[in-house]
Structures are given as C-alpha cells and as structure tokens.
C-alpha cells in the first residue's frame, strides 16, 4: 500500500496558512548565530537561550524556524558557530516545547543513511504532530566532511546523490516495504513505522544557486531558498523570476524563500550604530577569514584590495540580506520583497532574544495592516 501525502493539510498550516509573508528564525541554534562578531552580547546557541526564544517566536505567530547544521566552527576569537546544537535533536526538542510553528531540521544528506533519516524525521514529526520539516544539503566545505572520513562529491554528483537520497526518504514515507535499486544505492526490504504525523509528509527545503541545484530543489521540494541581491530589488526579482519559470516548466510551484539579517531600532541612527558597532568594529576578523579560506578566498588567491573588500561583505555573515533600519523601513522592506514574488524570509538578529521583542512589537504590527501578515491569536486559531 502506497499513502499520499497532501502537503497542504491541516498539520502543514503554520507554513502554508494565512500569512502571505512567511517569516521564521534562521540559525539560532549555533553560537553567534549568523553574525561574526566579538561584542558580550552576540548570540550564545545554549539550549536555555533557544527554549526561550521558540516559545517566545511560536507565541508571536512567526511560521517556522530553520537550524544551520555546523559540525565544527571558524576558531577566531568566538570560535564562530564552534557551539552548534545538532539539528535534529533541537528540532525534537523544539517541537515538544512549541505548539503551532513549523520546524526544519536540516540534513547534509551524504553524511547520513535514507533510512535512518526518514526514521529520524518521522519520530520528529510524530513528536510535533505534523509540524516538521527537512532541509536537505548537499554540501557545505570539505574540513566537516573530514572528521567523518568522507570526501564531499563535485557538484553535480553531490545533487545525483541527493536526488536518490530524497526519493528513498519519500518511498520509506509513504510505502509499507520496498525495494531501490540506483546507480548509488542498492536498498532491499525497506519498512518504516511509524509514518510521518497525519497523513501528509514533511515540509522539504533546499537552497540552491547553480542550474543544477535549482532543477533538484522544484522537482523534488516544496521550497527553495535563494540570494537576495545585495544591490537592488530588481537583481532580487529577476532571480525569483527565473525560479518561477524554471518550476513552471517542470509543472511545479516552488515557493522561493530568501534569508536576512534585521537591526531595527527606534531611529535609523540608532540601528545603524548597532549595527557598525556590531558587525564591524567589532567582527571577528580571524574567523572570518577561516571561513572564507573553507571558499578558497585568501590574499594569495583574490590579491589583497578584492580581499579586502570580501571580508568587508563576510563581515555581515556569510549570506543573506543586511535590513537596517526603523520599523517603518523594515517593513516597507518586508513588503518589497513579498511584492516581487517571495514566500518568505528567514531572519537572524545579532541576539535573538533580546531583539526579536521589538521586531515582533514594531514589525509584525505594521505588515499585518499592510495585509502580508495576521495577528498571531488568528494564527493559531487557522
């Protein structure tokens, strides 16, 4: 017997509900989150500091959040992202201490089994009731591949690899017992029980630059996280555009998703003085040339006025969009964004706990009566 899934049932809601804008919380289960910075108050990734900080996040109405699956860190002074809860016990561990937000745990599929992953992932959303999701990576830099004696395919083959994975993660899902029999794995007499919550599989994630990446993430997941343009809206549109056709074609409609960094703060002044404060005067330049060396980006290799300039943007962690701003420009950035045809964001604060407060206060407010979000007490309720 073969289940099918509905993805858009009841217990997928907190993602594919009422609120046009989706927003969720991205790496907060590593220390210092996604901001390189020595300040006292970056971020700590302990356990106690997530425990409030999703509570506080399901309460507010905020749709998912979404883990950064480090193994080890960037030294420097912080040992940047070195204090990493793994992703899918904190994701057990969130969904038993939450009641309506999505999820993810997030996967570097070549390091694990299908098999095992489809059973982890199906005691998580048994756990959450349906309010789980996967993020499926096929690579991230070869050191981490290291310690587990594995050396991290190319490119395309890391995708091949990944397109078996997944489709033997759906099969365990939603068949009583099969057979795969691939180019790279030779699967006899799969079962799992229990399956995952409610007759509907989990959420499925994937970001994705490259042509061959993009084509994995729509024929096999429901949403893809792509690069916000750090230099105009319309460099952000044309991406979300290309996207759009791409899962057309397939007959697919991908969600496109981006990832962000907000400061906001009462007056632009104040936001951006924390912000510089934060991100530059005090950035922890050590580990943030180890990262970029795990890209291959040195003196040696870019010359040093490129380097220079490289480090300046990695300053601002490693990806995603800087929002700096008031309220009122945050959201009208918000808005901006959902105009040109994105999903959602997943948003990272240099301390989640102390900032996500004010943004929820100030923010949420704002895009709600712009008609992109619905008061948290009707989210609960959809």
């Given at each position: 017997m073969t289940m099918t899934f509905d993805s858009t049932s009841h217990e997928r809601a907190a993602m594919y509900g009422d609120n046009k804008l989706k927003i969720g919380l991205f790496g907060a289960n590593l220390s210092s989150g996604r901001t390189p910075t020595t300040i006292p108050e970056r971020w700590s990734g302990s356990w106690d500091d997530n425990l409030r900080l999703v509570r506080m996040a399901d309460a507010a109405g905020l749709d998912f959040?979404?883990?950064?699956?480090?193994?080890?860190?960037?030294?420097?002074?912080?040992?940047?992202?070195?204090?990493?809860?793994?992703?899918?016990?904190?994701?057990?561990?969130?969904?038993?201490?939450?009641?309506?937000?999505?999820?993810?745990?997030?996967?570097?599929?070549?390091?694990?089994?299908?098999?095992?992953?489809?059973?982890?992932?199906?005691?998580?959303?048994?756990?959450?009731?349906?309010?789980?999701?996967?993020?499926?990576?096929?690579?991230?830099?070869?050191?981490?591949?290291?310690?587990?004696?594995?050396?991290?395919?190319?490119?395309?083959?890391?995708?091949?690899?990944?397109?078996?994975?997944?489709?033997?993660?759906k099969k365990a899902w939603s068949e009583d017992e099969f057979d795969y029999a691939g180019k790279i794995f030779d699967i006899k007499g799969a079962r799992l029980a229990p399956k995952p919550a409610g007759g509907s599989r989990p959420l499925l994630m994937n970001a994705a630059a490259s042509a061959v990446g993009q084509e994995f993430a729509i024929r096999q997941c429901d949403a893809l996280f792509v690069q916000a343009s750090r230099k105009s809206d319309e460099e952000t549109a044309a991406t979300v555009k290309t996207v759009k056709e791409a899962a057309a074609a397939l007959g697919q409609a991908t969600d496109v998703y981006t990832v962000g960094g907000i400061t906001c703060r009462p007056s632009r002044s104040e936001a951006k003085e924390y912000f510089n404060y934060a991100c530059y005067e005090n950035a922890d330049l050590e580990a943030i040339e180890e990262l970029m060396a795990s890209f291959k980006m040195t003196r040696a290799s870019l010359g040093d006025a490129e380097f220079e300039i490289r480090r300046k943007q990695y300053c601002l962690g490693y990806s995603g969009l800087p929002m700096v701003g008031t309220p009122d420009e945050i959201a009208a950035q918000l808005a901006r964004l959902s105009e040109i045809g994105l999903a959602g964001l997943g948003l990272s604060f240099i301390n989640y706990s102390?900032?996500?407060?004010?943004?929820?206060?100030?923010?949420?407010?704002?895009?709600?009566?712009?008609?992109?979000?619905?008061?948290?007490h009707e989210a609960a309720l959809a």
């Open positions: 959040l979404l883990p950064l699956s480090r193994w080890k860190g960037y030294a420097g002074a912080t040992n940047y992202q070195g204090n990493g809860l793994e992703t899918f016990s904190w994701a057990c561990g969130v969904l038993a201490s939450t009641s309506r937000i999505t999820v993810f745990a997030t996967v570097l599929a070549q390091l694990f089994n299908p098999i095992l992953a489809s059973k982890m992932c199906a005691t998580a959303d048994q756990i959450g009731h349906g309010r789980f999701g996967l993020n499926v990576v096929t690579g991230w830099n070869d050191s981490e591949f290291d310690m587990f004696g594995i050396s991290m395919k190319d490119h395309v083959d890391r995708y091949e690899y990944a397109d078996e994975w997944l489709t033997i993660v102390d900032e996500l407060p004010y943004f929820c206060e100030e923010v949420l407010p704002r895009l709600e009566r712009m008609g992109l979000r619905v008061p948290a």
